[in-house]
């Protein structure tokens, strides 16, 4: 398992941080974002989106549940906080885009459960106070 922890000081840092970091994605990662209401997991999906060239706005795909952004590889930004159950998320088709050959990005992965790919790169954002937020990623070595 690798690390890596950092803490920013703003929304812009965390943003730069999401980008360097969306460099190392390829085809078929799924990144799972976990942390509290309002810790930076959009921020953070805003700046890999960003990274991967994306120009239309990036924002909680709460309510819609997936948004696609049509680049290459296709980015798949998701977000779980209203599933209330894994058959839910299930019946969504969720598995297709996880086992899919986008990159996923995953709000509120927690909720996948036994859905949660062995194979994920964990980003959790925490709330440090004020504007200060430590992003832990945290990814397992391939083989
Ligand atoms: P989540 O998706 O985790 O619920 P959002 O990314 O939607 O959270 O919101 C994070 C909020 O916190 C935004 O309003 C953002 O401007 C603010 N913010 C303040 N400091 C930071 C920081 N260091 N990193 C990310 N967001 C920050
Ligand atoms: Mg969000």
């Known amino acids: ?15 730069d941080v999401a980008s360097s970091f969306a460099g ?18 959009t921020v953070f999906a805003r700046g890999v989106a960003r990274s991967f060239g994306v ?17 290459s590889p296709p980015l798949y930004h998701m977000d779980m906080y209203r599933m209330e159950s894994i058959d839910e998320i299930r019946n969504i088709g ?6 899919g050959d986008g990159v996923c990005l995953v709000e509120w992965a927690e ?3 036994e859905l949660y ?7 959790h954002i925490k709330h440090l106070g004020g504007d200060r937020r430590e992003i832990t ?3 397992s070595e391939k083989p």
């Not at 398992?1 to 943003?15: Q, S």
């Not at 190392?24 to 997991?41: P, W």
């Open 1 to 15: 398992m690798m690390t890596i922890t950092v803490v920013t000081a703003g929304e812009r840092e965390t943003l």
């Open 24 to 41: 190392s994605l390829v085809r078929g990662d799924v990144v799972a974002l976990t942390g509290d209401l309002g810790a930076g997991k």
């Open 55 to 71: 120009n239309e706005d990036v924002t909680s795909p709460t309510f819609t549940l997936i948004h696609e952004y049509p680049c």
């Open 94 to 99: 969720v598995e297709d885009y996880l086992y």
């Open 111 to 113: 909720k996948l459960g």
């Open 117 to 123: 790919p062995a194979e994920a790169i964990h980003v």
């Open 137 to 139: 990623i945290e990814r």
